[in-house]
Antibody, heavy 122, light 108 residues
């Protein structure tokens, strides 16, 4: 079955970098767009970034633009989120999610991974 | 960027109640809206896509309606397992695929 497993979270000091990974299995990864979404403790969902199925298009939320980079390696069935210049307000659980429909840059996302916690603190 | 405003932010209801949650977009988004359910400590789960289409495996007591700027998620008869937080997300207006602020459904 479709499975998304995030990894790479942990405690990091402000200003440092971290790279998250999302390992995909159970579907043709290269056919689906992917997104990253985060949720600060006790808060709602915040959209972070999206990438098209072939990596040709990527978009970012205003709060992470210029600091975070979404990418994918279709040969490894893996999605990444490179996070630079981290701030305390980036502390959150980060989820990856797969587009519902292949070959398109629109539509809902399902399923989602279980999330990985990033804590930015000195 | 298109903003999504959900209301109410929380509600208390009893098992068997009919529950309605609203999501209003700051500009027209056609039918490019999804609804997700999230339980504490768990990842969100897709319930409704394209504003009114029920995701496979989701109970028929869930339904979605609306287009343009005004959307509704309805639970026809609230069940114990439905107590959760519900979010809308739009995917019409790039570059931001925004979420609503969420609606927490609690037991009365």
């Amino acid at each position: 079955q479709v499975q998304l497993v995030e990894s790479g979270g942990g405690v990091v000091q402000p200003g440092r970098s971290l790279r998250l990974s999302c390992a995909a299995s159970g579907f043709t990864f290269s056919s689906y767009g992917m997104q990253w979404v985060r949720q600060a403790p006790g808060k709602g969902l915040e959209w972070v970034a999206v990438i098209s199925y072939d990596g040709s298009n990527e978009y970012y939320g205003d709060s992470v633009k210029g600091r975070f980079t979404i990418s994918r390696d279709n040969s490894k069935n893996t999605l990444y989120l490179q996070m630079n210049s981290l701030r305390a307000e980036d502390t959150a659980v980060y989820y990856c999610a797969k587009r519902q429909i292949q070959w398109v840059d629109s539509g809902a996302f399902d399923p989602w991974g279980q999330g990985t916690l990033v804590t930015v603190s000195s | 960027a298109t903003q999504l405003t959900q209301s109410p932010s929380s509600l208390s209801a009893s098992v068997g109640d009919r529950v309605t949650i609203t999501c209003r977009a700051s500009q027209g988004i056609g039918s490019a809206l999804a609804w997700y359910q999230q339980k504490p400590g768990k990842a969100p789960k897709l319930l409704i896509y394209d504003a009114s289409s029920l995701e496979s495996g989701v109970p028929s007591r869930f339904s979605g309606s609306g287009s343009g700027t005004d959307f509704t998620l309805t639970i026809s008869s609230l069940q114990p397992e439905d107590f959760a937080t519900y979010y809308c997300q739009q995917f019409n207006s790039y570059p931001a695929l925004t979420f609503g602020g969420g609606t927490k459904v609690e037991i009365k």
